[in-house]
DNA sequence: TGAAATGTTGGGGCG
DNA sequence: ACGCCCCAACATTTC
C-alpha cells in the first residue's frame, strides 16, 4: 500500500530545511512521521549537552508545527522503539540522516538489517557533513591524516545545492503518542547553570540561519585575524547549530562561497574551518579509536596522569587555576557551555603539559560541559594539542598562557569579562560564575584571587623532561 | 595554530 | 677616527 506512513528518524539532524531525507519523504506524498528516540547513544551525553540537546528538541516541534507536522518523542532503545512505531502506525518506510561515530555507526547498520529483514524499507541519507569520509582519498586510496592535503583535495569539489524545506507534508491521519519532552529529564544534571545557561544559547534553526547570515554579513570580513581574540566576539558562534544539525554544513559553505564571490575576505578562512569539521570526521571514520586512544600509540608510555579528581584537575576544571587566561576560559565554559577556540588551545595545553595530565581526562570535562560537544572535532583537537594526534603540533609547542593573554587578549577584555575577583565592579558574567556552579565547589567572588597551581616556568621544564625521556 | 635560548647585526654612546 | 661596549632588533636553533 503506497500511502503508509514513513518514519523519519532525527538524531543530529533537526532541522526541516536542506534535509534529504525528510525532503525524500515528503516528496512521495506519503504521511510523514518525524521521530527522535532518547537512546543509550543521547543518555550518554554531557549534563550540558542534554540540556542543549532538550533546547534544540522544543525548537525542532515548534518548526515542524508550523508545518503542521509534529514530532514523536520515544523512548530507546532505537531498535524496539521503532518496531512499536511501525506496528502502531503501519509504517513501511525509515529514513534517516548518517551519523558516523561508532556507537550509532553500529546502531544504526544493526536497524537497517533488522528492518530489511522484516520487510521495512531502510533508508541512509547524507547531511550531516559536507564529504562523506569515505569520499575523499589520497592519490593511493588511503586516508587523509594531514589536513592541508584534505582542504586541497575537497576545496574544489562541487557541493550541489542546498534543499529548502518541503513544501508540504502530510501527517498520518492518527498521530502515535508522544512522551513529553520534560518528562525525560534531559535539564535534569544542569543543576544551578541551567538558567544562566540559557542567556548564552539560541536554539533552533531559525536562530542558526539569522546567526549565519549576521555573520556572513558582518563578522566575516574580519574573521581572519579576528578570530583569534576571545573577546572580539569574531567568530561564527555556529557550532552548537552545526552540532545538533539546525544548519547543515552545506548552508555554511554555500554562504562561504558566495561570500568569497564577492571579495569578502574572510571568506577562504571560514570555509577552511567548515573543513576543518569535516576532516575530524574523516579521521574519526578511519581511525574510530581516535576517541578514546592516542592516536600515535608511542605515547602511550608517556607518564600522563590519568586521575580526573587530583587536587590541580578540581582547580582546572572548576576555573582557578591561577592563571588567569586559562581560569577565563573554563569559565567561559562553564557559564555559556561554549569556549573560543584559541582559550581551548591555551586550556588544553595547560592541562596536558604543565600539569602532565592525559588529554581524556580534559576531553571527558569537555563533553561534561559544552553545548556545542562534538565526538570527532574535540577528540581530533584534544589530541592535536597533546601532541599524540595525527598532524599534531609538536609535544615541545608549549603554549605559554602568560604571553597567549598578552598577544590574543592585549587590554584583558576576556579575562576581565570571566574573572571577578579582585574586581570592585566585576563584569556580571564573571559573577554569573559564580551563581552557575555547584555550591559545593565553595566559590565566592570575594575571596582572593587564587595564586598558581603551577609555575610556568618549572611546569614547562617539566613536560620538556617527560617528553626528552620518553622512550620511542 | 610556540617559547625560550642563543646567535648575529648594527646604531649610538663614549673614552 | 677608532675600538669597545651595550643593547635592541632580528634571525636561528633548540626544546
Not at 532525527?10 to 536542506?18: A, E, N, P, Q, T
Not at 562541487?158 to 507534508?169: F, N, Q, T
Not at 579582585?422 to 556552579?437: I, R, W, Y
Request: aromatic share 12%; net charge neutral.
Amino acid at each position: 500500500m503506497t500511502s503508509s506512513p514513513i518514519l523519519v528518524w532525527f538524531r543530529r539532524d533537526l532541522r526541516v530545511s536542506d534535509h534529504e531525507a525528510l525532503s525524500w519523504a515528503a516528496a512521495t506524498g506519503r504521511p510523514v512521521i518525524p521521530v527522535f528516540i532518547l537512546d543509550d547513544v543521547f543518555e550518554a551525553l554531557g549534563a550540558a549537552s542534554q540540556w542543549r540537546l532538550a533546547r534544540a528538541l522544543e525548537a525542532f516541534e515548534r518548526e515542524l508545527g508550523t508545518l503542521g507536522s509534529r514530532l514523536i518523542l520515544r523512548r530507546g532503545p532505537a531498535q524496539q522503539a521503532l518496531a512499536q512505531l511501525i506496528h502502531e502506525t503501519g509504517a513501511t518506510s525509515v529514513c534517516w540522516s548518517r551519523a558516523y561515530d561508532p556507537p550509532s555507526v553500529a546502531r544504526d547498520k544493526e536497524i537497517k538489517a533488522h528492518l530489511t529483514s522484516d520487510g521495512i524499507e531502510a533508508r541512509s541519507f547524507a547531511g550531516h557533513l559536507l564529504f562523506e569520509p569515505w569520499t575523499v582519498q589520497t592519490g593511493t586510496g588511503g586516508f587523509y591524516k594531514v589536513y592541508t592535503p584534505f582542504w586541497k583535495a575537497v576545496r574544489d569539489r562541487g557541493v550541489s545545492p542546498s534543499l529548502s524545506a518541503p513544501p508540504a507534508m502530510t501527517g498520518p491521519e492518527v498521530w502515535p503518542d508522544s512522551d513529553e519532552l520534560t518528562a525525560w529529564g534531559l535539564d535534569r544534571a544542569m543543576n544551578r547553570g541551567a538558567a544562566i545557561l540559557a542567556r548564552h544559547t539560541r536554539a533552533g534553526a531559525t536562530a542558526a540561519r539569522d546567526r549565519l547570515l549576521q555573520f556572513a554579513s558582518g563578522q566575516m570580513n574580519s574573521y581572519k585575524h579576528k578570530r583569534d581574540v576571545p573577546a572580539a566576539e569574531a567568530t561564527s558562534g555556529l557550532s552548537d547549530h552545526l552540532t545538533w544539525g539546525e544548519i547543515s554544513p552545506r548552508a555554511c559553505w554555500q554562504a562561504g562561497l558566495s561570500e568569497r564571490e564577492t571579495g569578502n575576505p574572510g571568506a577562504e578562512k571560514f570555509l577552511q574551518e567548515v573543513v576543518w569539521r569535516d576532516f575530524a570526521y574523516h579521521l574519526m571514520w578511519h581511525t574510530p579509536q581516535m576517541l578514546t586512544q592516542n592516536w600515535r600509540p608511542g605515547w602511550d608510555s608517556f607518564p600522563w596522569s590519568r586521575d580526573e579528581n587530583s587536587a590541580q584537575v578540581l582547580a582546572w576544571k572548576q576555573g582557578r587555576t591561577g592563571i588567569p587566561f586559562v581560569d577565563a576560559a573554563m569559565r567561559e565554559m562553564y557559564v555559556t557551555g561554549r569556549m573560543h577556540n584559541r582559550a581551548r588551545m591555551v586550556a588544553a595545553s595547560v592541562l596536558t603539559k604543565h600539569l602532565m595530565v592525559h588529554w581524556s581526562v580534559g576531553q571527558r570535562w569537555f563533553a561534561e560541559c559544552l553545548t556545542d560537544w562534538d565526538p570527532a572535532s574535540n577528540a581530533m583537537g584534544w589530541q592535536w594539542v597533546a601532541g599524540c594526534g595525527p598532524d599534531a603540533a609538536p609535544f615541545f609547542r608549549i603554549f605559554n598562557p602568560q604571553s597567549q593573554q598578552e598577544k590574543f587578549d592585549p587590554d584583558g577584555a576576556y579575562v576581565t569579562r570571566w574573572i571577578a575577583e579582585g574586581h570592585s565592579n566585576p563584569h556580571p558574567d564573571a559573577l554569573s560564575f559564580f551563581d552557575a556552579v555547584p555550591r559545593s565547589w565553595g566559590l565566592s567572588p570575594e575571596a582572593p584571587y587564587p595564586a598558581p597551581i603551577v609555575d610556568l616556568k618549572t611546569g614547562r621544564a617539566r613536560a620538556l623532561e617527560a617528553y626528552a625521556a620518553r622512550e620511542t
